[in-house]
């Protein structure tokens, strides 16, 4: 089990990445260096997990998501206020139950989870195809799983 006082740290850490993609926010859509260099998302799959970070807090060691990208790539319905976002399922399948069971980590513990999205130069969100900027958004779990 981990400790209350290590899931309130990664709570605050995710809040101090808050803290900062909005104040980056206020003025421009951020750019996916500074996403990255933020901790929110890095990657190329859907599911941001930062094992380095966040394995300690899971048993498993998958530890726990931090980021999804929806940028078009796939068919997740993300609107402005509700959304689903599938699971993943390619050909490695490995990858895919670890990004899975922390999501299901992220869920189980109600950690708040960062939505990665394109834009364009204005910050209207692209529906489809490649941005050039990203907007992040923050998402709070509302259902605890069953």
Not at 35 to 63: E, F, P, Q
Not at 81 to 98: C, I, L, M
Request: hydrophobic fraction near 30%; aromatic fraction near 6%; charged fraction near 30%.
């Amino acid at each position: 089990m981990t400790s209350p006082e290590a899931i309130q740290a990664e709570r605050q850490r995710r809040s101090e990445m808050w803290d900062e993609d909005q104040r980056i926010q206020q003025e421009r859509p951020l750019t996916a260096d500074e996403v990255r260099a933020i901790g929110c998302y890095n990657g190329a799959r859907g599911m941001w997990r930062d094992k380095g970070s966040t394995a300690h807090l899971t048993k498993s060691g998958n530890g726990v998501c931090l980021g999804v990208s929806s940028r078009g790539k796939y068919e997740d319905e993300i609107g402005e206020e509700t959304g689903t976002y599938d699971y993943p399922v390619t050909q490695a399948t490995t990858y895919d139950q670890g990004d899975i069971a922390a999501m299901r980590a992220a869920l189980s513990v109600g950690m708040p989870l960062f939505l990665i999205r394109d834009t364009n130069a204005r910050g209207d969100l692209l529906v489809r195809g490649k941005g050039t900027r990203r907007r992040v958004d923050r998402v709070e779990f509302v259902a605890q799983p069953p």
